[in-house]
């Protein structure tokens, strides 16, 4: 999906977990290099001049099938014109392009046939490959998307923009999920260890080896039995893994988020907040256009909360099933599709998170009272980040 020029502006400002300033990270490490009087060991992400001035955008494509909305994201470089004023408009290339070796050569020199450049050619690929696997650019995820491919220490942490007391607690709920279904899984839940210290610490040992190779996703040495107990492929039981982790991230982004989504729709459902100011002063044929476009943000917001709530209602009642009622065989269903519920949760949730940061954007820079001309980008924004553009043709939606 395209971008105009105002939409590029909001993604760039307040669309938090769907962009990589990469531009704005490397004048940061550039700055920290200067001021320490020495040069960043790790520097910026990429090698390629152009690359590291380019902005990554996630972008949110949707159709409705059957009935339901399915999405899809694509992963946008964009390379700005003008980097004193970055919002002027640039070049853009999707990284899943079949033309983007021929593309990224045309604009950023980037040649692998080089011998001189080849390793730096495979490592910016290998970024944007990494960049593109994940469906946002949330810190925490893009971290431990790093760990999974064993690179962590080789990117700067100025691209995770996470601090530890952050990570730790983000990541404690989520690391306490893993445990208690893999002591399930094998038999070592609390209640039936034994009290022997010994064979405690060994099973918790066990437990250990378990969850750090389920947390870095990276393979599965040592741990084949669990696999195939899970019934999982063993081809895709790292990167389901890395889904399951990530459901539970953004299960617990959706609990850190839930109030100022509800304010969100209150502001939409309201007709006193969710028309502009002047509406009763408008053209007729404007008037209906707002209303229709009004109209299909508040079935896309229902449609779009209603996806959130039902997949994590599911998982959770799947993982309970599991660790209270010694039911697996739901879990392990959901398991299989992770990777299937990870996109879609991570579209839904990413969509609400920009949509509020729109909207709050949006006050702080004119108040609760909002104009026409205004009011129409801002409604504009708010329908592209769920992969649908503003019309007032008839768009069928479940509900």
């Known amino acids: 999906m395209s971008m105009d020029r105002l939409q590029l502006a909001r993604a760039i400002d307040v669309g938090r977990s769907s962009t990589l300033n990469c531009f704005e990270t490397t004048k940061d490490i550039a700055g920290i290099a200067a001021d320490i009087a020495d040069d960043d060991p790790l520097g910026p992400m990429f090698r390629n001049k152009y690359l590291n001035e380019s902005i990554v955008f996630k972008i949110v494509d949707s159709v409705v099938v059957r009935g339901k909305r399915r999405y899809g994201v694509e992963t946008l470089i964009y390379f700005p014109y003008n980097h004193k004023n970055i919002y002027e408009g640039g070049d853009s290339i999707l990284v899943t392009d079949e033309r983007r070796a021929e593309k990224l050569l045309h604009k950023c020199g ?92 060994k099973i918790d040992h066990n437990i250990s080896k378990f969850l750090k190779k389920i947390w870095e996703a990276r393979d599965i040495d040592g741990i084949e039995d669990f696999v195939y107990g899970m019934e999982m492929p063993p081809e895709r039981a790292p990167e389901l893994f890395f889904a399951w982790k990530a459901i539970c991230y953004y299960q617990v982004q959706f609990s850190e988020i839930e109030h100022s989504m509800r304010r969100l729709f209150a502001w939409i459902g309201h007709p006193k907040t969710a028309f502009p100011v002047d509406f009763g002063g408008l053209r007729s044929e404007t008037q209906d256009q707002i209303k229709s476009d009004i109209k299909l943000l508040r079935a896309l917001f229902r449609e779009n909360y209603a996806s ?58 004119t108040g609760v009272q909002i104009y026409s001309d205004q009011h129409r980008q801002l409604i504009d924004c708010m329908l592209g980040v769920f992969g649908v553009e503003s019309s007032s043709q008839e768009i069928m939606m479940a509900g």
Not at 316 to 343: H, M, W
Request: glycine share 4%; charged share 30%; with cysteine.
């Open 110 to 201: 980037l040649d692998p046939s080089k011998d001189d450049e080849a390793e730096n050619s495979v490592w910016d690929n290998d970024m944007m490959d990494m960049i593109n696997e994940l469906p946002t650019l949330d810190p925490f995820l893009l971290k431990c998307k790093a760990q999974q491919l064993g690179i962590e220490d080789k990117l700067n942490e100025a691209y995770y923009n996470i601090t530890l007391d952050e990570w730790n607690r983000i990541q404690k709920p989520i690391r306490l999920k893993i445990d208690a279904l893999v002591r399930k899984a094998l038999g070592m839940a609390d209640g039936e260890q034994s009290a022997d210290p010994s064979v405690r610490a």
């Open 308 to 365: 959130i709530v039902n997949t994590l209602k599911d998982y959770e009642e799947s993982y309970r099933l599991f660790i209270e009622d010694n039911k697996p065989g739901p879990f392990k269903d959901f398991l299989s599709n992770a990777d299937t519920y990870y996109v879609d949760l991570a579209a839904c949730l990413s969509g609400n998170s920009h949509a509020i940061n729109l909207l709050e954007d949006q006050i702080r820079r």
